[in-house]
């Protein structure tokens, strides 16, 4: 219990030392779409459930408690046609441990390149970014457990790129009144920075050859650092259940605000969810979310759950989310 204590102060200090800046431009956003049609369906409110693959996104503490051997695939057409897809594994090691891996990827389709006075060049070029990473978490306790994840992140558009290396932290802990408590800081690293062919000119403001080679300087930008504080409890009344959750979330790069979220399941076996994200943010743009799931046997010891979200934006178009989760 005290170790439990002394991580959970440090997680808390670590976050009120880094959330600084709460304004500005950051780079790889991608790391702030949530993964998941079960955690984006419940409004984003998954800090402290984290009961699947996905938790490596939201709480990487959530897999040591995840016994079983599992394959998630998550995918979503986002904004402007913009493909969002997430996928993770989680192996159960000895000594109430697991380790777990996940890739995140967020692809736009080929696009015309143009040039000021040359609409049509005949060029195509693509952009996109994202992360691998590798999870561990250990249950130190029958109450407490920790969790790490560390990813490799790169963004590119055409011959430009940038790339860094990130670390997230959790941590989970059961309390003896019921509700359980869930603590997360993401995307912890250094700053990014593009760099690549394009940023390559020619120039002659050092002497009179105007074919010496320059590299164009770009800004530095921070990685979307945020921490979540999360609360849930689940109610059983018969062979249906009640799960609640709160998540109070404070990025770097926006105003602090709350997801909420509810789920009610019927013989463990179909879901039916909702939500609110972003409540107190300033120039909320995220509404609300809907979701539901089913969970189905394959054989004596492999299943199979469906869950998808719907969820619903101010101004931009509604995003539709899909999962498939495979448990062995």
Same mark, same amino acid.
């Given at each position: 219990?005290?170790?439990?204590?002394?991580?959970?102060?440090?997680?808390?200090?670590?976050?009120?030392?880094?959330?600084?800046?709460?304004?500005?431009?950051? %780079?790889?956003?991608?790391?702030?779409?949530?993964?998941?049609?079960?955690?984006?369906?419940?409004?984003?409110?998954?800090?402290?459930?984290?009961?699947?693959?996905?938790?490596?996104?939201?709480?990487?503490?959530?897999?040591?408690?995840?016994?079983?051997?599992?394959?998630?695939?998550?995918?979503?057409?986002?904004?402007?046609?913009?493909?969002?897809?997430?996928?993770?594994?989680?192996?159960?090691?000895?000594?109430?441990?697991?380790?777990?891996?996940?890739?995140?990827?967020?692809?736009?389709?080929?696009?015309?390149?143009?040039?000021?006075?040359?609409?049509?060049?005949?060029?195509?070029?693509?952009?996109?970014?994202?992360?691998?990473?590798?999870?561990?978490?250990?249950?130190?306790?029958?109450?407490?457990?920790?969790?790490?994840?560390?990813?490799?992140?790169?963004?590119?558009?055409?011959?430009?790129?940038?790339?860094?290396? %990130?670390?997230?932290?959790?941590?989970?802990?059961?309390?003896?009144?019921?509700?359980?408590?869930?603590?997360?800081?993401?995307?912890?690293?250094?700053?990014?920075?593009?760099?690549?062919?394009?940023?390559?000119?020619?120039?002659?403001?050092?002497?009179?050859?105007?074919?010496?080679?320059?590299?164009?300087?770009?800004?530095?930008?921070?990685?979307?650092?945020?921490?979540?504080?999360?609360?849930?409890?689940?109610?059983?009344?018969?062979?249906?259940?009640?799960?609640?959750?709160?998540?109070?979330?404070?990025?770097?790069?926006?105003?602090?605000?709350?997801?909420?979220?509810?789920?009610?399941?019927?013989?463990?076996?179909?879901?039916?969810?909702?939500?609110?994200?972003?409540?107190?943010?300033?120039?909320?743009?995220?509404?609300?979310?809907?979701?539901?799931?089913?969970?189905?046997?394959?054989?004596?010891?492999?299943?199979?759950?469906?869950?998808?979200?719907?969820?619903?934006?101010?101004?931009?178009?509604?995003?539709?989310?899909?999962?498939?989760?495979?448990?062995?």
């Amino acid at each position: 219990m005290k170790i439990s204590i002394q991580i959970a102060g440090f997680l808390i200090l670590l976050s009120l030392s880094l959330a600084v800046d709460k304004a500005g431009t950051s %780079a790889a956003k991608f790391l702030s779409i949530g993964s998941g049609a079960k955690a984006v369906g419940m409004g984003g409110a998954y800090t402290s459930i984290a009961d699947d693959a996905s938790s490596m996104y939201w709480n990487p503490a959530g897999i040591a408690r995840i016994d079983k051997m599992e394959l998630y695939i998550d995918h979503s057409n986002w904004l402007a046609d913009i493909r969002y897809d997430y996928t993770g594994f989680i192996l159960p090691l000895k000594n109430s441990s697991s380790f777990g891996l996940n890739f995140t990827s967020l692809s736009i389709p080929e696009m015309n390149v143009t040039r000021y006075g040359e609409e049509e060049t005949g060029e195509t070029f693509r952009a996109g970014s994202y992360a691998i990473g590798s999870a561990w978490a250990m249950n130190l306790t029958n109450r407490f457990s920790i969790g790490f994840n560390g990813k490799y992140i790169r963004e590119f558009i055409s011959r430009s790129h940038a790339s860094a290396i %990130a670390l997230d932290v959790g941590t989970l802990f059961e309390t003896v009144f019921g509700p359980t408590i869930g603590m997360s800081i993401a995307n912890f690293g250094p700053k990014m920075q593009m760099g690549g062919a394009d940023l390559l000119i020619k120039t002659d403001d050092v002497s009179n050859n105007p074919d010496i080679n320059a590299d164009l300087s770009t800004e530095q930008f921070n990685l979307p650092l945020v921490m979540r504080f999360g609360i849930s409890n689940r109610h059983l009344m018969g062979e249906m259940a009640v799960l609640w959750a709160v998540d109070a979330v404070s990025p770097m790069d926006n105003s602090e605000y709350l997801n909420m979220g509810c789920e009610v399941s019927f013989f463990d076996q179909v879901f039916v969810r909702a939500g609110a994200k972003s409540v107190f943010m300033v120039d909320r743009e995220e509404l609300f979310t809907i979701g539901g799931g089913v969970k189905m046997s394959l054989f004596s010891h492999q299943n199979i759950q469906l869950d998808f979200a719907y969820e619903v934006m101010r101004y931009l178009n509604h995003i539709l989310k899909f999962s498939i989760c495979l448990t062995n």
